[in-house]
């Protein structure tokens, strides 16, 4: 029985993308198979809709498709299918998939806002001296529209957007379990809009949609510019949807937003993305998104306006609860309040079970990622984001409350208000990005430091990259996206959510060039810094490395030579110190001080460097150019920072590890510094945000893996493990987030779930596993398999889903043998390094050829499979590049 088979079907980057508008999309398979030496010698694709053949066509090797069949046609679903045959030329398996189009343009309908006058005050729900009576807070409007059906459509379809935040329903049950719809993107040029399919939510007779309508990031609080709190699109939300019915004999109908749907205030007094939501249950509008309500008290919407050229399709997953948090310690505040310890700092809300509580009690929600030493929240480091929900009980026996459009970054939970029964479950929220990757080892605080970086990244992917969840920022920096794509890469799938995000970037590009600090471009205006604004070449290049997205290069390539453009023109010595922005250096770095205008040169020869290369690949005369121009900026940073026995100007580890990462010099004379100031250190990093990712890499390339474990396993301050043996969940912000001499460090800035720092994460799977691909290669059609015995490890194992399928290597050293178990999938290239001298000593349950010997590895090709190799094992050896 042939055994190749398709799976992960996806169309531009998602699985069965529903409401899809790209006109000639991308259609993309892995492969899998058990026999040893398997490939993929032909395809045939078929996309159907209905029973019509739209397209028909094969090939033989590529794993991203362009459609070129008959042109899509809206709100359409299409069926597709593809069968391979293997490597012996068998046909093998076939698998099926589907994606719909969306309205693809075909908007009828009208956005519809509360009336100015309706618009509702409330008391401040919070009684304490901060800034909270001084902001505006508007009451979540409650929209619906009633609609008769002689007859069941055959096929409905609900197509939505906000500009705020909405949560549809129909006759009484929500549409879809999607949150934060419809996500944040920059409003300025586009919002997603949603499509759902509601079909079996239909009613013969009466039938009601409804909607909830929230400020989010339209006109709520985001960011940390006072001035703009509240207003940063609009003053007001407003809400567009146009439900599509379509019936048996054809004919369709429309139901829109439109001057006839009727709204009314609620329970949701505000529901704020960083502030926090009241509910007071005594106003619940039970049955208010059913038939056989009377909403005559209502009042009429108003008409704000039909543009609807800023929609365009959800490229990106929706913001869904993934996980739950049961509470798992009850602890006592100094004033004896309750705090609910969820074990695990977070990110989402709190889902509440409240038990014989009276009407009108008010219950009070405080989140905080920490605790004081008096046991009190820390809440001084979440700025202004207020991060509290009241909850205003009806006084039924049992009640049950979530917030609906709020979002905190929190471990603990205190509970003011109410002595009762009441039980904390923390809902755990995050951009729809599942787990592919697994990493563990045989040292419980590296796992736990795996751990921790998991958790930064599902904190913080929430719709887009952000940095600090849990205070008034949770903005989408760029650096911190550069520096952490790679490790994010490697546990899940997040070539969509990065590419939908480029689109963000490109347009917060301003005239000149520029890309900026954080897209969503809300504040920080001025140009982007080195290594900030370069995130704009660097992650269009790296989602080509990982995912083989060549459209992602095609689009920004023009903003990606206009960048370097600009800084060449301002910087014509060829010495980035011009136009550098907010110029951040080496963020967060610890008691040592890169040069700024060494950090930004080498950015500056990066950038140039990639750009040639994306010109290259897609065949560009630009790349001749760029490659002189990253050509001459090296001798200029050669000239002006390096002194002849090859000390950098500022002779920092980030000095050297940019110079050897950017092959700026000659990697042995950086390296030598490099190692030297590791040394000096005994052992230490110094290292913030950007030379941060490149540490245990760049020090493993250059033979120095034992260093690089040296650092891994460092628990002394500053390291990685510092913060794990000090009980840390997530990631911090800062190496010295909280140290036992000096406590906390400023409020001002001090994130306790901050993914940057945890940009090692790559190099677990990379350097520890030695998954990792080619220079030349892209979306691992080179792979390369280099486990790495090392430090106080004895065993390690990674699994990661490639665009091509799952690739495996686990190691093991016991009794003076090494033991590596791979799995390569099919028709990719692979090599597996083994670092033993001596290629006779080499077993191994398939055939390999041995390519090479070089500095004690034995190089073998191996063909897809499962293999275990064993080879005799030194524990002297040092682990080698
Ligand atoms: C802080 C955060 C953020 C970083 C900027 C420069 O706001 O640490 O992640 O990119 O500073």
Redesign the pocket.
């Known amino acids: 029985m042939p055994s190749l088979s398709p799976y992960g079907l996806t169309c531009e980057f998602l699985e069965q993308p529903l409401g899809m508008d790209e006109t000639a999309p991308r259609l993309s398979w892995k492969l899998r198979s058990d026999d040893h030496g398997d490939r993929q010698t032909a395809y045939r694709l078929i996309v159907r809709a209905g029973d019509q053949v739209v397209w028909d066509t094969g090939g033989a090797g590529e794993h991203q498709v362009v459609y070129e069949g008959a042109p899509l046609r809206p709100s359409t679903r299409y069926d597709w299918s593809v069968e391979v045959r293997d490597a012996w030329g068998t046909a093998a398996g076939r698998t099926d998939s589907w994606f719909e189009t969306g309205l693809m343009g075909g908007w009828r309908a009208a956005w519809i806002a509360r009336d100015d006058g309706a618009q509702p005050v409330f008391e401040p729900p919070v009684e304490d001296d901060r800034s909270f009576t001084t902001r505006k807070l508007t009451a979540c409007a409650h929209l619906r529209r009633a609609f008769d059906l002689a007859e069941l459509p055959v096929r409905a379809r609900l197509y939505a957007s906000a500009r705020g935040l909405h949560r549809f329903s129909l006759n009484g049950v929500r549409v879809s379990d999607a949150e934060l719809e419809p996500g944040w993107t920059d409003y300025r040029h586009r919002i997603r809009y949603q499509s759902y399919d509601v079909t079996a939510r239909l009613h013969k007779g009466p039938n009601v949609l409804g909607a909830l309508l929230a400020d989010g990031w339209w006109s709520g609080f985001v960011g940390m510019d006072p001035r703009k709190a509240g207003k940063l699109y609009g003053d007001a939300p407003a809400l567009i949807a146009q439900l599509v019915l379509e019936f048996a004999d054809g004919s369709r109908h429309v139901i829109a937003t439109d001057e006839d749907w009727r709204e009314s205030p609620g329970p949701l007094r505000h529901s704020d993305l960083l502030m926090g939501e009241y509910y007071d249950a005594r106003a619940r509008l039970d049955g208010w998104d059913g038939p056989g309500y009377d909403d005559a008290a209502w009042t009429p919407v108003a008409v704000t306006g039909t543009d609807t050229s800023e929609l365009v399709w959800s490229r990106s997953a929706p913001v869904r609860v993934v996980e739950d948090l049961p509470t798992v310690r009850v602890l006592r505040g100094p004033g004896g309040e309750t705090i609910a310890d969820l074990g695990q700092n977070m990110v989402g809300r709190v889902r509440l079970t409240v038990h014989g509580a009276e009407r009108g009690r008010r219950i009070q929600l405080r989140h905080a990622e920490i605790l004081e030493e008096d046991g009190s929240l820390h809440l001084a480091n979440l700025r202004r984001a207020e991060a509290t929900d009241v909850y205003v009980c009806g006084g039924d026996p049992v009640e049950v409350y979530e917030p609906a459009f709020t979002v905190h970054g929190f471990r603990y939970v205190e509970i003011t208000g109410f002595d009762g029964r009441i039980e904390v479950t923390g809902r755990v929220l995050q951009s729809e990005l599942p787990w592919t990757g697994e990493f563990s080892c045989d040292d419980p605080l590296v796992n736990r430091l795996h751990e921790n970086i998991r958790w930064g990244q599902r904190g913080n992917f929430v719709s887009v990259p952000t940095?600090?969840p849990q205070r008034d920022?949770r903005?989408g920096?760029l650096?911190?996206a550069q520096v952490f794509l790679p490790t994010a890469a490697r546990g899940a799938d997040v070539s969509a959510f990065f590419a939908d995000w480029m689109e963000d970037v490109l347009t917060g590009q301003d005239a000149e060039g520029s890309f900026p600090?954080v897209a969503p471009l809300v504040c920080l205006t001025r140009e982007g810094?080195p290594g900030?604004g370069d995130a704009g070449v660097i992650v269009p290049w790296s989602l080509y490395r990982l995912y083989g997205d060549r459209r992602v290069l095609e689009r920004c390539l023009p903003a990606m030579a206009a960048w370097v453009d600009q800084i060449e023109r301002h910087n014509p010595d060829l010495i980035w110190r011009r136009r550098t922005g907010?110029n951040?250096g080496d963020?967060?770095q610890i008691g040592v001080d890169t040069p700024r205008d060494v950090l930004a040169t080498a950015y500056f020869a990066q950038s140039a460097t990639l750009v040639a290369e994306a010109a290259r690949i897609l065949d560009r005369p630009e790349a001749e150019r760029y490659e002189q121009l990253a050509a001459a900026i090296r001798r200029a940073f050669n000239q002006e920072f390096v002194a002849p026995d090859g000390r950098i100007h500022g002779d920092t580890q980030t000095c050297y590890l940019l110079a050897i990462e950017f092959g700026l010099m000659p990697a042995e004379v950086a390296a030598e510094h490099l190692v030297r100031d590791i040394a000096a250190h005994d052992g230490h990093l110094t290292t913030g945000?950007l030379g941060v990712a490149l540490l245990c890499p760049v020090l493993t390339r250059i033979g120095r893996a034992d260093l690089a474990y040296e650092l891994l396993h460092q628990e002394t301050f500053p390291s990685w493990l510092f913060s794990v043996r000090h009980g840390a969940t997530t990631i911090w912000?800062r190496w010295d987030g909280w140290t036992p001499d000096r406590g906390f460090q400023a409020a001002t800035?001090n994130?306790f779930n901050?993914y940057?720092l945890g940009a090692i994460g790559d190099w677990l799977y990379g350097g520890v596993a030695g998954i990792g691909q080619t220079a030349d290669s892209s979306a691992y059609a080179g792979l390369v398999i280099r486990p790495r015995p090392g430090g106080k490890l004895t065993r390690a194992r990674a699994v990661q889903e490639t665009a091509r399928g799952r690739v495996e290597s686990a190691w093991s050293v016991t009794d003076g043998v090494l033991t590596v178990d791979v799995l390569i999938p099919p028709g990719t290239d692979a090599t597996v390094h083994l670092p033993t001298g001596d290629p006779e000593a080499i077993e191994s349950t398939a055939h390999v050829t041995v390519l090479e010997r070089r500095d004690g590895t034995v190089v073998c090709s191996v063909a897809s499979g499962h293999h275990r190799f064993t080879a005799p094992w030194a524990a002297h050896e040092r682990t080698t590049p």
């Open positions: 940095d600090c920022e903005l920096w650096a911190d600090d810094a900030w907010r951040y963020w967060l945000f912000e800035m994130s901050h940057s």
